[in-house]
């Protein structure tokens, strides 16, 4: 058991059990993150966790919600030293969410968990469409597609990832061979 100061204040209360979250479904699955887990490995009360998250499905989308902001800010960092033209950025878009997928297995853990209830649902409804969103608005200059088309397209793109990432994981596949994949998808679903 993980030992914590006693008093934190709330925010760095709920950001510290939320790292402990991350480790718990890093070693164990989102099989192994309850709330009574959560405050086990956190060192606090039952009350603390119950108080900050108060159902699993509660804990499982406030994790989601963080990790999925992790993944939307590399993706933006990415972004910002990106060379112009559509292919430099849909390979910055690629490559930046294959390092995530390496990087934070947890994220697809913590979605996978996420299916089967329609509030949790709702939660990875809200990442794919601001990932979607992300994507349209920086490829927008790039196509001549009305934005609500190509957002859709953006939206059918990161399913594609999804299924890259899961080649990717099952080692069916390398990073290299992933990124330009879905550079190849995102690049010809610009056009009209």
Known sequence: MATTP??????????QLLDTAVAIVRTRGADGLTLVTL????????????????TRP???????????ERHRAAVTRALRSAAPGADEVARAISAAYFACATDMPELGAVTAALKGSPEMESVQHESTDRYANLMATVLQPYSPLAPK?????C???LGAAEALAAELHRRRATDEEAVAALTGLIVGGLGG
């Open 6 to 15: 006693t008093r934190l204040p709330k925010q760095a209360r709920r950001e």
């Open 58 to 68: 509660g804990l499982l989308s406030a994790l989601h919600r963080r990790l999925d």
């Open 155 to 157: 939206a059918g793109v």
């Open 149 to 153: 088309d190509l957002g859709l397209r």
């Open 39 to 54: 405050a086990e490995e956190a060192g606090v009360s039952r009350p603390v966790v119950y108080g900050h998250f108060a």
